[in-house]
């Protein structure tokens, strides 16, 4: 009957919800160790120049793979490791382990840039550059070949302590990009103050392309206010030609996506480099 059917739904929702209860639970518990151990790790996309189609700069991303649950998809893992104000020391292992991992690569201008995310709670910290700084001392990075990338909607509501922060990072020779740019309220006076470097457009916007008459006009605009910003223009999320084509057509300056590389592990990327006659054997 209907009723049995109805109860029997409840039963299977109820259920989902333990579930997913159960893997947060089990998640929350295991971060702590995941994230000292390094367990939790960077894997890298490359950042393509769009006339050269050659890669300039990659970007971490941090990956989990668990020993039982399988990857975990760092959208719920970094909203957990937030929760239990884990986030900051996510970021400063990925940071360590990227710039030891890529430090060669950047000596030796293989690569241009290294790219990593900041929390949004984490840039408005009081300390946030000094820390961010002292690790790349610790690696003997150089500032000037680490990119770091906030989003919106870190910087609005406590825009002077962000600001006071990027500034900080900005004088050190540290690049800024504002990612996910067109998914928040482009707070314009913000573009203004803040020392970006770099404006990453979302995906989303870059999935328009073609299906949306107006993202030719969107784009220009778009490429107009990183001129008078003076910021160089990276597209996210290039998975075809006519996307890659298009962005390059109207003077975006670095492209990224499933297009050139998935995210992939260091070993791996080191084959890619090598196979690509970017690095030798
Ligand atoms: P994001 O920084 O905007 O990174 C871009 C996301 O798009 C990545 O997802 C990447 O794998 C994915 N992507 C790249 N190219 C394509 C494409 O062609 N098509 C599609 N559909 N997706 C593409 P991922 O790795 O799952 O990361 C999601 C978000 O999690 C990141 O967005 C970033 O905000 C955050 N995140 C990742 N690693 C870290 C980290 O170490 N620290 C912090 N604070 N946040 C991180
Ligand atoms: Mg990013
Ligand atoms: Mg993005
Ligand atoms: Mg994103």
């Not at 392309?209 to 001129?227: P, V």
């Amino acid at each position: 009957t209907a009723k049995r059917r109805g109860r029997g739904m409840v039963q299977t929702f109820n259920q989902e919800i333990r579930d997913t209860l159960a893997r947060r639970l089990k998640l929350a518990r295991d971060l702590p160790d995941a994230i000292t151990g390094r367990r939790i790790r960077p894997f890298y996309q490359p950042i393509m120049g769009t006339t050269d189609r050659k890669i300039q700069a990659v970007e971490a991303l941090a990956r989990w793979d668990h020993p039982e649950l399988g990857p975990v998809s760092p959208e719920e893992f970094i909203a957990i490791a937030q929760e239990s104000g884990l986030l900051s020391d996510l970021d400063t292992v990925i940071l360590d382990t990227a710039c030891r991992e890529v430090g060669p690569w950047l000596k030796d201008r293989s690569i241009t840039y290294l790219s990593v995310n900041a929390s949004p709670m984490d840039i408005v910290g009081v300390d946030f550059a000094e820390r961010f700084l002292a690790s790349l001392e610790a690696t003997g990075t150089n500032p000037e070949h680490i990119c770091l990338e906030i989003v919106e909607s870190a910087i609005v509501g406590n825009l002077e302590a962000a600001y006071r922060n990027l500034e900080h990072l900005s004088q050190a020779g540290v690049m800024i990009a504002l990612d996910d740019y067109g998914t928040g309220f482009s707070n314009l006076r913000a573009l203004l103050d803040l020392p970006l470097d770099k404006l990453k457009i979302d995906q989303s916007l870059i999935q328009s392309i073609g299906s949306n008459n107006k993202i030719a006009d969107l784009m220009t605009s778009i490429m107009q206010l990183a001129d008078t910003l003076q910021v160089n223009v990276v597209a996210e999320g290039i998975e075809t030609k006519l996307q890659a084509a298009f962005v390059t057509s109207v003077g975006c300056h670095l492209m990224q996506g499933y297009l050139f590389s998935r995210p992939q592990s260091f070993d791996s990327l080191s084959k890619w480099l090598t196979a690509n006659e970017i690095r030798a054997a």
